[in-house]
Every structure is written in structure tokens, then in C-alpha cells.
């Protein structure tokens, strides 16, 4: 893969991931079609890692807080529970620190409840999403999925629940539904939106957690595939790999600041139109191109 290559797939990651229309989704087609099916997946998460950046540069302030209170939130724990094992040895009554104080705290315990059921299904899924990747027919039936999802989500009355009122169950089902849209075809933004809304939360929060929930699911990938970076880079060369990251940290960027109006204007049938029609594109190449 050259570096022109490189260029095209960093657009399409950085448009796709944040615009609802499933960033795995147009690279795997775009691969099948084009012939590089040589690039492995490790290149796939070079560029998510890309869009990673843009999430930290638009949402910086956010992230901060949320790190500092996550910090916070395990220092507080960690002193619960000596106090704890001190009272039960001395036998005298203790005062807890309330852990969760405040809305940002809350927040990052969202993040971290969401992260558990992703990495589980994302760790068990790994061999099946890898193959998926491999076709066209699954890419296109998940968009058509996506399709649907969008267009219901503008159907939608306006959530009103914020960080404050959110429960850790609805954490819960938008980790889940994060982990089953590794699926290629699936939107990742756009299935955690569309559970986030189904769950009743505000539009503008909404936006937010998905895109900040992201940062574990696709740090964790990373992780996942560093014993085969080496060889994936030897195959698609390193300068591909810095040069696809960055194009799609500067699309990402741009389509956060645009995601952010779409949600709020209820405008996804336009994309949902959109993965349909790519959605059926694909399945019909599946029976030609073989």
C-alpha cells in the first residue's frame, strides 16, 4: 500500500467514524473493492487511533476533568475500603467518603460501567469481526442495520436526562450496543447515539458520550493488536501507517464539530438514505466480485 492509498483510507476513517455511516464498514468495502486486502487490521486501529486524537482535541476539557475524577474516584475508594478493614479490626464505627459527589464524577463511572461490556464482546469478537471485515455481503447487511437505526432516531422525542439522572444500566446497554458495532458496517457513533437516545438522554450529551466512550474501546484495540503491528508494518510500511493516522485526525476533527450540529438538528435520515443505498451496493458486489 502506498502512501496515496494511506491518504484515501485516512479520509474515509476520519469522515465515516464520526459521521453515523460506519467507519469499518467503508474501509473494509473500500479494501475489497480496490484490491488491499494485504492491509492488515493493525492499520484499521493506526487509524482509529487518528480519529482517537481529534476526539481528544475537540472534547480536551471534558477529558481532563473526567480523568482527574476517575483518579479520584479510585483514590476514595481505595481509602473506603481501609476504613473498612479498620473498623471491623477495631470494632468502632466509621464514616464512608462519598465516592460519587459530583456530575463529572458520574460521568467517568458511566465511561468506565459502558467499557466493561464492550471489552468483553470486542475481546471475544475479535476472530469473528476480522473475517466479517474479509466480505462485502456482512458489511452491507450492518449498514442496511445502520440505515434503519438512523432513521428511527429521528423519530424520537428529545431525551432530558444528563449525567446526573443516567443509570449505570443504561451504561450498561450503550457498552453493549458499542461492542456489537465492531461489526464492519455497523456505525459505531451511530448505534451508541441511537442507544443513547433510546435510553432518553439529551442530544448534546449524547453526542458526547459516545464519542468520549469511544476512547477505551479503540485504546483497548490498540493493545489488542500489538503483537501483530510489527508484522502488518513490514507488510504496509510505517510511513503509511503516520501518514493515514493524521489525515484522518484533521477529517476527524472537522466531522466532530459537523456531528455535532447533525445530532442536534435531527438530521440522520439523510445519512440513513445514504447507508442504504451503500448498504445494497455492497451486497449486490458481493455476487459479482469474487
Same mark, same amino acid.
Given at each position: 500500500m502506498g502512501i496515496l492509498e494511506a491518504i484515501l483510507l485516512g479520509i474515509i476513517q476520519g469522515i465515516a467514524e464520526f459521521l453515523p455511516i460506519s467507519s469499518s464498514g467503508h474501509l473494509a468495502i473500500f479494501q475489497k473493492l480496490f484490491g488491499m486486502d494485504q492491509v492488515g487490521i493493525s492499520f484499521d486501529v493506526f487509524l482509529h487511533i487518528g480519529t482517537l486524537i481529534a476526539v481528544f482535541i475537540v472534547f480536551w476539557k471534558d477529558i481532563l476533568r473526567l480523568f482527574v475524577d476517575g483518579v479520584g474516584i479510585v483514590a476514595d475508594s481505595c481509602v473506603n475500603v481501609y476504613r473498612f478493614f479498620r473498623s471491623k479490626n477495631k470494632k468502632e464505627p466509621v464514616e464512608y467518603i462519598r465516592v460519587i459527589r459530583t456530575a463529572y464524577r458520574k460521568f467517568a463511572l458511566l465511561v468506565i460501567v459502558s467499557t466493561i461490556p464492550t471489552g468483553i464482546i470486542g475481546y471475544l469478537g475479535k476472530e469473528l469481526v476480522s473475517n466479517a471485515s474479509d466480505t462485502l455481503i456482512i458489511p452491507g447487511i450492518c449498514l442496511l442495520v445502520t440505515a434503519v437505526l438512523l432513521f428511527i432516531s429521528d423519530q424520537m422525542p428529545d431525551g432530558q436526562k444528563t449525567p446526573k439522572n443516567t443509570s449505570y444500566f443504561n451504561a450498561v446497554f450503550m457498552g453493549i450496543c458499542q461492542g456489537i458495532a465492531t461489526l464492519p458496517g455497523l456505525s459505531r457513533s451511530g448505534t451508541t447515539i441511537v442507544a443513547g437516545l433510546l435510553c432518553g438522554l +439529551? +442530544?448534546?450529551?449524547?453526542?458526547?458520550?459516545?464519542?468520549?466512550?469511544?476512547?477505551?474501546?479503540?485504546?483497548? %484495540? %490498540?493493545?489488542?493488536?500489538?503483537?501483530?503491528?510489527?508484522?502488518?508494518?513490514?507488510?504496509?510500511?510505517? %510511513?503509511?501507517?503516520?501518514?493515514?493516522?493524521? =489525515?484522518? %485526525?484533521?477529517?476527524?476533527?472537522?466531522?466532530?464539530?459537523?456531528?455535532?450540529?447533525?445530532? +442536534?438538528?435531527?438530521?440522520?435520515?439523510?445519512?440513513?438514505?445514504?447507508?442504504?443505498?451503500?448498504?445494497? =451496493?455492497?451486497?449486490?458486489?458481493?455476487? =459479482?466480485?469474487?
Open positions: +439529551r +442530544r448534546d450529551f449524547v453526542v458526547k458520550y459516545s464519542f468520549i466512550m469511544s476512547i477505551p474501546a479503540i485504546l483497548g %484495540a %490498540a493493545v489488542l493488536e500489538i503483537p501483530d503491528m510489527g508484522k502488518d508494518m513490514a507488510t504496509t510500511g510505517v %510511513a503509511s501507517y503516520v501518514v493515514g493516522m493524521i =489525515v484522518a %485526525a484533521v477529517v476527524g476533527y472537522i466531522c466532530i464539530k459537523t456531528m455535532l450540529v447533525v445530532v +442536534r438538528n435531527k438530521k440522520f435520515k439523510y445519512f440513513s438514505y445514504y447507508c442504504a443505498v451503500v448498504g445494497l =451496493v455492497a451486497i449486490i458486489a458481493s455476487f =459479482v466480485i469474487k
